[in-house]
């Protein structure tokens, strides 16, 4: 293994909306991280998320050693095995927001867009469902792995950030039967942080934090570093995140 510790730090923030949708997690000690940004208002949106984050963790945790679970197995095979066990997660996590919105209509239903990271060994497996993102971070520069696709891509591919309105995501947990995720596996090196994110964490914070990184700070002062520049942000929407630091 490349690296001798991993530590984690979680944010979140209400922003300017009106609820907090958005959601994250992380199990340090099993290598399990996940974000997610729910829709659908303040109680089902926010349930959503949440509801996805947890059954990706209880999937990770439980059912994938439960030899009496139900939930079929899909094995791919120009996945790893890494890949193979997050996205049938991922799937799980579908099922358990697409059973909570049975027989309710638009107005009382939730989705959510996910990020997740598995770690076995020094390979992460990472996977995204809708817009969020995950980014690698290595000596202060930024490399986005996978995930931020929407709908205003495929209206304006160069400018799609100037469609505000039109920014939601391709595809969610809970709005289908099945899900189509987007999956990574890679090698992680010793001095490596992996930011999974929802969209509501711009591309100037995530900047910002790359630029702590410089700075070879200690663990805990990197926390309070990061957590003193996320909670002095502003946010102009429902914002989460959860960092990965590999020592």
């Known amino acids: ?9 979680q944010f979140s923030s209400q922003g300017v909306r009106p609820a907090q949708e958005d959601f994250m997690l ?3 000690e099993r290598g399990i991280f996940a974000c997610a940004d729910g829709f659908g208002g303040q109680e089902y949106g926010s349930r959503a998320s949440e509801l996805a984050c947890r059954s990706i963790k ?3 945790v439980n059912q994938l050693g439960d030899r009496d679970a139900t939930l079929p197995f899909e094995y791919r095979k120009y996945f790893t095995l890494g890949e193979n066990v997050l996205f049938n997660a991922l799937s799980f996590a579908n099922y358990k927001v697409f059973k909570e919105n049975a027989g309710k209509g638009l107005n009382h239903s939730g989705g959510a867009s996910v990020a ?8 992460l497996s990472v996977g995204v469902v ?3 993102e995950v980014l690698v971070l290595r000596d202060g520069r930024i490399r986005r792995i996978l995930g931020g696709s929407n709908y205003a891509q495929l209206w304006e591919p160069f400018e799609s950030h100037e469609f505000l309105s039109m920014q939601f995501p391709l595809q969610s947990l809970g709005t289908y039967e099945d899900v189509q995720a987007e999956m990574r596996e890679f090698r992680i090196q010793r001095g490596d942080w992996v930011l999974l994110k929802t969209d509501g964490v711009s591309d100037g914070l995530a900047a910002s934090i790359a630029e702590i990184q410089l700075d070879r700070l200690s663990s805990t002062k990197i926390i309070d570093m990061c957590r003193s520049l996320s909670d002095s942000w502003d946010f102009l929407d429902n914002a989460a995140y959860s960092l990965a630091i590999f020592e």
Not at 1 to 9: A, D, N, P, R, T
Not at 116 to 123: E, V
């Open 26 to 28: 992380a199990d340090s």
């Open 116 to 123: 997740a990271g598995f770690l076995s060994g020094d390979r």
């Open 1 to 9: 293994m490349s690296f001798e510790k991993l530590i984690s730090l």
């Open 58 to 60: 209880d999937f990770l």
């Open 130 to 132: 809708g817009t969020c």
